[in-house]
């Protein structure tokens, strides 16, 4: 079973910038279509960015133009760039994959952001 374990999360400022980083337990991030998600506290988990096989990418209207996501497959990593962050952007995030409006793996335990002064 693949496993993910996401870091980089932390408490920063509006308008701060952090790097969030997955690593899976195995070799699927150039073979499957990847993503990163989010859950605010009292709210439904929601996803945020992906990235399909072919690098092609796609974002949440509320974070285009802030966000980035990238991976490295030889590295089994997924990265999410966040800039000019907001306080609405504080939730755990989590990386998987989507397949059919589900997802293909277990959760991991997340990385919690925390955007405020």
């Known amino acids: 079973q693949v496993q993910f374990v996401e870091s980089g999360g932390g408490l920063v400022q509006p308008g701060g910038s952090l790097r969030l980083s997955c690593r899976a337990s195995?070799?699927?991030?150039?073979?499957?279509?990847m993503a990163w998600y989010r859950q605010a506290p009292g709210m439904t988990r929601e996803l945020v960015a992906s990235?399909?096989?072919?690098?092609?990418?796609n974002y949440a209207d509320s974070v285009k133009e802030r966000f980035t996501i990238s991976k490295d497959a030889a590295r089994k990593r997924v990265y999410l760039q966040m800039n000019s962050l907001k306080p609405e952007d504080t939730a755990i995030y989590y990386c998987?994959?989507?397949?059919?409006?589900?997802?293909?793996?277990?959760w991991g335990e997340g990385t919690q952001v925390t955007v405020s002064p």
């Open positions: 998987n994959s989507p397949r059919s409006g589900a997802y293909r793996y277990d």
């Open positions: 990235i399909s096989v072919d690098g092609a990418t």
């Open positions: 195995q070799s699927i991030v150039g073979l499957v279509t």
